[in-house]
């Protein structure tokens, strides 16, 4: 488009193309980094249950007195990496939310940004994963 001035402006096609390219990238990171909390969350869940149960088992024995009173120690530390684990989990918790948060904020921000558009360009192309509510 041509103004008097001799200002060219863009096709909005190619504004909207740019737009969505861009909001695609975003959204897989998202999905990326979201991916890699939960991997963590669940390895870190399974060795939480075994430590604990490690732990359940050593007090146990000690309680009937087939392990000796000098694995406190043991116990202690076993202890200690289950309230660890505990708090990065609920950690990887938050972050996961926050991902979750980030996600549908983009989504909002591709939403609004269509709402100018024709229907047949809005649904022409959408970052990865997103959803129409």
Request: contains cysteine.
């Amino acid at each position: 488009m041509a103004s008097i001035f001799g200002f060219r402006s863009r096709d909005p096609a190619r504004d909207r193309q740019a737009d969505i390219a861009r909001l695609d990238r975003l959204a897989k990171l998202f999905e990326q980094i979201s991916a890699e909390i939960a991997a963590e969350k669940t390895g870190l869940e399974s060795r939480y249950r075994k430590t604990a149960t490690n732990a359940a088992f050593l007090v146990e024995a000690m309680e009937n007195g087939s392990a000796s009173e000098k694995r406190s120690s043991e116990v202690s530390a076993l202890t200690q990496s289950i309230l660890n684990c505990e708090r990065r989990i609920a950690a990887l918790s938050r972050q996961h939310g926050l991902m979750k948060e980030l996600r549908r904020s983009l989504d909002m921000v591709f939403d609004a940004g269509g709402e100018s558009d024709s229907a047949a360009t809005a649904d022409f192309a959408k970052p990865a994963g997103a959803s129409r509510a």
